[in-house]
């Protein structure tokens, strides 16, 4: 059974950086790709970032996120720099199978950034 675990979660103030990882178990993780959503309240979960051989951002992150991944150790890792206010919500690591529609969550973690 494929569990993800995300960490690194917080409140920061605005302009700050936080890290967030996710530890994947029970499947073969380099036949996956790897991405990082989030969902703030009242708005639909968007894709932040995503990476399997490649990387894609979306727009608003672009030169403040870095996705990065760990295949022997199942990790898969955000880099949040330059925070701003919007970019307050729930983030979700994701495992979607590169050959099926198999599909992986874990159960979230909390940013907020505020002053």
């Known amino acids: 059974q494929v569990q993800l675990v995300e960490s690194g979660g917080g409140a920061v103030q605005p302009g700050g950086s936080l890290r967030l990882s996710c530890a994947a178990s029970g499947t073969i993780f380099s036949m996956f790709v790897a991405g990082w959503y989030r969902q703030a309240p009242g708005k639909q979960r968007e894709l932040v970032a995503n990476?399997?051989?490649?990387?894609n951002y979306a727009e608003s992150v672009k030169g403040r996120f870095t996705i990065s991944r760990d295949n022997a150790k199942k990790m898969v890792y955000l880099q949040m720099n330059s925070l701003k206010p919007e970019d307050t919500a729930v983030y979700y690591c994701?495992?979607?199978?590169?050959?099926?529609?198999?599909?992986?969550w874990g159960q979230g973690t909390q940013v907020t950034v505020s002053s």
């Open positions: 994701n495992l979607k199978a590169l050959f099926s529609d198999s599909r992986y």
């Open positions: 990476i399997s051989g490649s990387t």
